[in-house]
């Protein structure tokens, strides 16, 4: 969707090494997502962020963190990938709560 | 945030109006309605969402019920590209991070 980028859009990785996820907006969105969606589980919260520096756990956060340093950016980060966290994960942003979301078109990642 | 149930599949003939259907019998007074759609592995699209007054936009029409327990999506012409997956959710739009729970929705198969 215009104005948001998530990347890589493919990536596979080890078990064991540390990944990170980009997502970028250009619409200056304060509210910002991070959802994995797996067969069966429809999408899953993972962090969200309320502003700079703000942000808070969702549903399935065990062993991942997230930064916000910028407004434009939101970063997900596998400390020590598993291969239960290969996944396809979606960045979402709005502008305020009451919005609809726009999301990102997708990671892919594979944990090997 | 209040459970949603919907039908897991439909179809629908092309150019005829596709009607999707969810019941959210335990929704709160403060609670809206959301609609999202995924396309084959894209990320979710936002359709459209209610409090309590039926809304229209340029992708669709909602229908809130009077007791809001349940609601009707309207696609008025589908089209083969709306073939999808379709998402009824219902919270509290001033939950802290402004967070959708995601749950199976229903695959909508338009035909020609």
């Known amino acids: 969707d215009a104005g948001i980028t998530q990347s890589p859009r493919h990536k596979v990785t080890e078990t064991g090494t540390p990944v990170t996820l980009r997502c970028h907006q250009t619409e200056n969105h304060r509210y910002m997502y991070w959802y994995r969606q797996d067969p069966g589980h429809g999408l899953r919260l993972i962090h969200y962020?309320?502003?700079?520096?703000?942000?808070d756990k969702g549903e399935v956060s065990d062993g991942y963190s997230v930064s916000r340093s910028k407004t434009e950016d939101f970063l997900l980060t596998l400390e020590s990938a598993t291969s239960s966290q290969t996944s396809v994960y979606f960045c979402a942003i709005s502008e305020a709560r009451r919005d609809g979301y726009t999301f990102g078109s997708g990671t892919r990642l594979t944990v090997v | 945030d209040a459970k949603t149930t919907q039908p897991p599949s439909m179809d629908c003939a092309e150019g005829r109006a596709a009607n999707l259907p969810c019941n959210h019998s335990?929704?709160?007074?403060?609670?809206?309605v959301y609609w999202y759609r995924q396309i084959h592995s894209q990320g979710p699209q936002y359709i459209i969402h209610g409090l309590k007054n039926n809304e229209t936009n340029e992708m669709a029409s909602l229908i809130i019920t009077e007791d809001r327990k349940s609601s009707t999506l309207i696609l008025p012409h589908a089209t083969l590209r709306d073939t999808a997956v379709y998402y009824c959710?219902?919270?509290?739009?001033?939950?802290?991070?402004?967070?959708?729970?995601f749950g199976g929705g229903t695959r909508l198969m338009v035909k020609p």
């Open positions: 962020s309320y502003g700079v520096k703000d942000t």
């Open positions: 959710i219902v919270r509290v739009a001033e939950n802290a991070g402004n967070m959708l729970t």
């Open positions: 335990t929704i709160s007074g403060n609670e809206y």
